[in-house]
């Protein structure tokens, strides 16, 4: 079993900062793309940003140069930073993970979500 869980989420003004955390833990070979999510009240689900094993990133247009996703591998963590919040970022973000397990079995895995609330 394997478990992700995010952590950073809260309340900050239009211009501030955020930090995201998402660790994995359980029964984890190795992990190979991470992705951020994020689902605002009413609005489908989108993807914020991608990180593989070999460090490639990709971001969405409304994130891109104001986000910056990351991750430790050691620690099977992954970050996103969060500047110049707007408060169009107001949403759950969810932490989502293809990791392979210790069977070598790849499984798609995600986090329960944190709230980030951008006031203007």
């Known amino acids: 079993q394997v478990h992700l869980v995010e952590s950073g989420g809260g309340l900050v003004q239009a211009g501030g900062s955020l930090r995201l955390s998402c660790v994995a833990s359980g029964n984890i070979f190795s992990i190979n793309v991470m992705s951020w999510y994020r689902q605002a009240p009413g609005k489908q689900r989108e993807r914020v940003a991608t990180i593989t094993s070999d460090g490639s990133t990709n971001y969405g247009d409304s994130v891109k140069g104001r986000f910056t996703i990351s991750r430790d591998n050691a620690k099977n963590t992954g970050y996103l930073q969060m500047d110049s919040l707007k408060p169009e970022d107001t949403a759950v973000y969810y932490c989502?993970?293809?990791?392979?397990?210790?069977?070598?079995?790849?499984?798609?895995?995600w986090g329960q979500g944190t709230q980030v609330t951008v006031s203007s």
């Open positions: 989502n993970a293809v990791i392979q397990t210790s069977s070598h079995m790849e499984y798609n895995y």
